[in-house]
Each structure stands twice: as structure tokens, then as C-alpha cells.
């Protein structure tokens, strides 16, 4: 489904990306693991064409994208809930989910898409007419999460969806990550947790300093003794 090869990406002088590749099928949860400036977001952002690489190529369903622009990125199938949630603070619920689906026409099949995040997130329903800026951070996660739903992705972006967030509604946040995906779409999720990433996910990769050092099967990295010293703190 999605295809990185070789990708290089620079911030200015500083190299954030090295050769990256990836594979993503169709169906699968596969998580991006690693420190904090280790290349996580980045290549979510290189994907969502929010960043360009200097070289290497992004394949989508076999098609090279990583010259599109980000709009055209979203209308592909590709939507991405950010790092930090970004909704627009000063606007509804309602407003920031109808921005969503804002390069959708089908009216009938956005209702029923609206009807099924507030199924996903019933708290968003009740506070529809609420300004994004006065939820709290774990109904704003929702939120990002939901709207980025509206576009109706194939594949979605999940950037740290636990960060910040108290244990009990970590556990809920992961839970709605494991039914979108059973509803059939596919997920890259960037997660600093990486016990709770790895037993949702099917596949894994461990990137440190923008380098990809090591992939598998996520029970396989899960129970492995390096993965667990260095990610799992045992």
C-alpha cells in the first residue's frame, strides 16, 4: 500500500532522515518507534507531503507521490492526526470536524461518517457546539483523531496519540485505534509508548537518528531482550 525507498530528508544543514524504507500493507497497524528527535515525525510529515525530501520515493498503492502537495496527499487517502492535536481552539467541534471533510462532496456518505467517529467518540457528540479550546487534552486527542477520520482515509497518520494523556484514557485512545483499524483502515502509528504500540500493532520498525535499525513482527520485537532494555524499560 505505501512504500518508502531510500528517503532522505534535511532540516537546512542537518540531516533528519537516512535512507529510510519502509512497507506498509493494506490492513496492517505498523509503528514507528524510537526517541524524541529520532525521525518519527518526520517521516509522517514527509509522507503527508508537509515536508519534501531531498531524495528517495514514496509509493502509494504504486504510484509515486512525493512530489504532490498536501491537499492532493488528503483527496489520495492519506489523512494525519498530528503531534500535539492542532485543532483550531477557537472553533466547535462541529467546525473542526467539518474540516475534516472539507475535500468531500458526498453529503449522505459524510453524514454517516460523522454518525460513525461520534459512535468512535461519544463524549464529541455531547460537546459538538463546545469551542476545541476548552476540552480536555484527552477530548482534543479525540478530536484530532476524528476529524482526521472525516476525510475518510485509507491510511491513516497517528503522531503520539497517547502523549500527555492519563492512563485511562491512554488505554481508551488505544482501543479506538485497534476498532478503526477492524473498520478497515490502515494505520502508521508514531507512539512513544512503545509497550501499548507494540500490542496493538502487526509490524514495527526502531529508528534512531533517522536511521531505520531494526524491524519485525510486533510480538517478535515485543519479546525482544533489546527492544525491551532500551524501549520497554525491562
Do not use: C, W
Not at 454517516?112 to 464529541?124: G, K, M, N, T
Not at 473498520?183 to 509508548?193: A, F, P
Request: without cysteine; aromatic residues 6%; proline residues 3%.
Amino acid at each position: 500500500m505505501l512504500v518508502l525507498k531510500d528517503v532522505n530528508v534535511y532540516y537546512g544543514s542537518i540531516q533528519a532522515l537516512r535512507d529510510v524504507n519502509i512497507k506498509i500493507e493494506k490492513g496492517e497497524i505498523v509503528t514507528l518507534i524510537g526517541s524524541n528527535g529520532a525521525g518519527k515525525s518526520t517521516i509522517l510529515r514527509t509522507i503527508s507531503a508537509i515536508v519534501k525530501p531531498i531524495s528517495g520515493d514514496i509509493l502509494y498503492n504504486g504510484e509515486a507521490i512525493q512530489s504532490f502537495l498536501a491537499p492532493n496527499i488528503v483527496k489520495l487517502g492519506i489523512s494525519h492526526s498530528p503531534e500535539g492535536r492542532r485543532v483550531f481552539s477557537t472553533m466547535t467541534v462541529m467546525e473542526n470536524l467539518e474540516l475534516g471533510a472539507y475535500t468531500r462532496k458526498d453529503k449522505k456518505q459524510i453524514k454517516e461518517d460523522f454518525d460513525y467517529v461520534f459512535s468512535l467518540f461519544p463524549i464529541l457528540h455531547e460537546r459538538k457546539y463546545q469551542l476545541a479550546g476548552t476540552l480536555s487534552g484527552g477530548e482534543q486527542q479525540m478530536l484530532a483523531m476524528a476529524r482526521a477520520l472525516l476525510s475518510r482515509p485509507k491510511l491513516l497518520l497517528l503522531d503520539e496519540p497517547s502523549l500527555g494523556l492519563a492512563p485511562l484514557i491512554v488505554n481508551d485512545i488505544f482501543s479506538i485505534i485497534k476498532d478503526i483499524n477492524e473498520s478497515g483502515t490502515t494505520i502508521l502509528l508514531v507512539e512513544q509508548n512503545a509497550n501499548k504500540a507494540l500490542q496493538i500493532a502487526d509490524r514495527a520498525y526502531i529508528i534512531q537518528n533517522g536511521n531505520i535499525v531494526i524491524e519485525g513482527s510486533a510480538n517478535d520485537l515485543l519479546n525482544d531482550n533489546r527492544i525491551k532494555k532500551s524501549y520497554l524499560g525491562g
